[in-house]
């Protein structure tokens, strides 16, 4: 987490910190939002979709790959890629429970 003091968050707070911020980024939805639709394996088909440069998504998909929400399979020359799903379940998970614990006040600042 950089310069902040990780060691006083809980190891939930530190894990969806780090999820979102793997996803902070538009051509990181987009690709997720690709790998979804698609609803399978991506190989190459991401640098038509997007219109990005193949090192840019590549680096993308690292990062999305290094925070532990996509998954890559090797075939032939090309890595293919989708989502991790019990990743994904945690996220969705965590999403849901830091949303949902907001009740709106009747009267606030």
């Not at 060691?7 to 538009?26: R, V």
Request: aromatic share 4%; charged share 15%.
């Amino acid at each position: 987490m950089g310069l902040t003091k990780s060691e006083i968050f809980t190891p939930e707070q530190n894990e969806l910190a780090m999820l979102l911020k793997a996803i902070a980024h538009p051509a990181r939805i987009a690709i997720l939002q690709q790998i979804i639709s698609a609803n399978a394996c991506i190989c190459g088909d991401l640098v038509e979709e997007l219109g990005l440069a193949q090192a840019t998504i590549s680096q993308h998909l690292k990062e999305l790959k290094n925070a532990g929400i996509i998954q890559g399979t090797i075939e032939g020359v090309k890595v293919c890629y989708c989502i991790e799903p019990k990743t994904w379940a945690l996220l969705e998970s965590s999403l849901k429970n830091l949303l949902g614990s907001y009740t709106n006040p009747k009267s606030c600042c």
